[in-house]
């Protein structure tokens, strides 16, 4: 830490010279480029969440690390974008070694919780609580490779799939997959979509959030190497079907709002959308993508393979931290309890799912 100055500022204040940086050390870590991790996600950010801020590390004067979070109350802090970013953690040059509790000092922070740390983000790791898989699917050998690869783990999901795809074409009329889809017109009819099932099952419309669905409409606007939004939409005589929104870095599509319209359900659009997907992914030089964290059986059908991920907090010894774990870790090991049970798990989303019928029951 000696040789280690660190400034904290808001992501409008880095200049050219800090975002280069972050991008050449994020390119020299050796982890998957998760367009999360790049600066333009944290610009974005900033740009709709007052409370975002950067810890700039400087070595020798010169850009060392770069540390994004949402500051809080009582010095609790998040990770930047907490609640729909995929992938979080520090960028640091390799090598570097700072202690947490002194990070945390210096951007005047008790606790940071994470709930999707990256892999190898040995800083934090030790104040995870717990771990988990997030499926991927591998396209790096091209999009006819991963269709051997589905004939051989996943036959029925494939053959289903594709003898639906076929049906929904004869009695709906021509497809057309479109793989980055830039009318903000398909995006609005994505979202709209979405925040419907969020009320369905039960669950908290994101997209009523201002600044999350101004979020997802500035990155449908960005378009930067290391992170750009990606709108993919399924279309069906000319109608959108099935539609996904996401974020891509040269090599990598991490997935984060797939929707589709109830209408045609029976056809599976939803799952015809991500077969079309790998393969435009493909077919656009991207290798791997990343489903995100979250069970489901056709994560289970697409996937070759899992990240890890973790959820915590990097927490600093005293009250602060006292006060954070008096009202976070109760709710997080409740939510842990019902995931490891399936049954409960099931009879907790019968639960939201009815809620969600009352909701709309309600709704004028």
Not at 290 to 315: F, I, P, Q
Not at 333 to 342: C, D, E, L, Q
Request: aromatic residues 10%; charged residues 25%; positive net charge.
């Amino acid at each position: 830490m000696s040789d280690v100055r660190i400034h904290v500022v808001t992501p409008s204040e880095l200049g050219a010279r800090e975002t280069d940086a972050w991008r050449e050390l994020r390119a020299k870590s050796g982890a998957p480029a998760n367009p999360f991790m790049e600066p333009e996600f944290t610009l974005a950010v900033g740009r709709v969440r007052a409370a975002a801020r950067v810890a700039v590390l400087w070595e020798d004067g010169q850009p060392a690390g770069f540390f994004p979070y949402e500051t809080g109350r009582l010095g609790h802090a998040q990770a930047i974008g907490f609640g729909v970013s995929d992938c979080q953690g520090a960028v640091l040059r390799p090598g570097l070694r700072i202690a947490p509790r002194e990070l945390l000092r210096a951007c005047g922070l008790t606790a940071w919780e994470f709930d999707n740390l990256e892999a190898g983000q040995e800083i934090f790791v030790p104040g995870a609580a717990e771990e988990f898989g997030s499926p991927v699917v591998d396209v790096g050998t091209g999009y006819a490779a991963y269709q051997d690869v589905l004939r051989s783990q996943s036959p029925k999901f494939l053959k289903t799939t594709l003898a639906k795809e076929r049906r929904l074409g004869r009695q709906t009329g021509d497809l057309k997959f479109v793989f980055d889809e830039r009318d903000p017109a398909a995006l609005r009819t994505l979202m709209g979509w979405k925040s419907a099932q969020y009320r369905r099952t039960g669950r908290r419309d994101r997209f009523a959030q201002d600044w999350i669905s101004t979020l997802v409409r500035r990155l449908h606007e960005t378009r930067a190497p290391g992170c750009s939004g990606v709108l993919s939409v399924l279309y069906a005589a000319g109608r959108p079907v099935a539609a996904h929104f996401g974020l891509r870095s040269r090599t990598v599509l991490s997935c984060w709002f797939p929707a589709y319209d109830p209408e045609f359900a029976k056809y599976s659009p939803g799952l015809i959308l991500h077969l079309r997907m790998a393969e435009g992914a493909a077919a656009a030089g991207i290798g791997m993508l990343d489903l995100g964290r979250g069970a489901a059986e056709y994560k289970d059908a697409l996937k070759t393979g899992e990240l890890r991920v973790h959820e915590g907090a990097s927490t600093r010894p005293g009250a602060g931290a006292a006060a954070y774990w008096l009202r976070r870790e109760p709710v997080r090991r409740a939510h842990s309890f019902v995931r490891s049970r399936p049954r409960l798990a099931g009879y907790a989303q019968r639960t939201l799912n009815r809620l969600g019928s009352l909701r709309r029951r309600d709704t004028p």
